[in-house]
Antibody
Framework: EVQLVESGGGLVQPGRSLRLSCEAS????????MHWVRQVPGKGLVWVAH????????SYADFARGRFTISRDNAQNSLYLQMNSLRPEDTAFYYC??????????????WGQGTLVTVSS | SYVLTQSPSVSVAPGQTANISCGGH??????VYWYQQRPGQAPILVVF???GRPSGIPERFSGSSSDNTATLTITGVEAGDEADYYC???????????FGGGTKLTVL
């Protein structure tokens, strides 16, 4: 069965950095694009970033571009999100999600349980 | 950029039909995907490619879309269906995902 396990969340001061990890199992990780999605507690889902299976295509939400970096290590079955210059409004649960693509777009067929990032002094 | 609008809440009695709408966008030619998120849990995919269902999702869940509105329909609503539901599209021009604000389904 597909499993996605996020880690690396925690309490961090504004302006500092944090690196999230997502360990994948139960599928051939290197064959699939991956995404990060976040959710402020009690609020809605917000897409964060996308990386293609071979890391050739990367895209970000406007709020993430320039501060966040998505990467992956297919040999380690792992996805990462490096978050710099963190702001209180970045406080959220961060989910990694396995992507499928139909001819019209990406969707997320498996999700991790999320890791909570709290940005506060 | 796309903005998807969902009603904040929908309430239905058990056994009835819930229609959860997603609007504010011309869906012609695009796929709409739907997710269920129960309290304290991660989202799960319930409808893809407008009206496909992943294995394990009951036939009670179906999707449809017209020009400006996509709808998730849940027939024979059960207590376990109580959750937040989100629509999603992929903005291919900007290579970005877009979610609706979510609809809380309450089973009376």
């Amino acid at each position: 069965e597909v499993q996605l396990v996020e880690s690396g969340g925690g309490l961090v001061q504004p302006g500092r950095s944090l690196r999230l990890s997502c360990e994948a199992s139960g599928f051939t990780f290197g064959d699939f694009d991956m995404h990060w999605v976040r959710q402020v507690p009690g609020k809605g889902l917000v897409w964060v970033a996308h990386i293609s299976w071979n890391s050739f295509t990367i895209s970000y939400a406007d709020f993430a571009r320039g501060r966040f970096t998505i990467s992956r290590d297919n040999a380690q079955n792992s996805l990462y999100l490096q978050m710099n210059s963190l702001r209180p409004e970045d406080t959220a649960f961060y989910y990694c999600a396995k992507a499928e693509y139909d001819r019209r777009g990406y969707y997320f067929d498996w999700w991790g349980q999320g890791t909570l990032v709290t940005v506060s002094s | 950029s796309y903005v998807l609008t969902q009603s904040p809440s929908v309430s239905v009695a058990p056994g009835q039909t819930a229609n959860i709408s997603c609007g504010g966008h011309n869906f012609g030619g695009e796929s709409v995907y739907w997710y269920q998120q129960r309290p304290g849990q991660a989202p799960i995919l319930v409808v893809f490619n407008d009206n496909g269902r992943p294995s394990g999702i009951p036939e009670r869940f179906s999707g449809s879309s017209s020009d400006n509105t996509a709808t998730l329909t849940i027939t024979g609503v059960e207590a376990g269906d109580e959750a937040d539901y989100y629509c999603q599209v992929w903005d291919a021009r900007r290579d970005q995902g877009v979610f609706g604000g979510g609809t809380k389904l309450t089973v009376l």
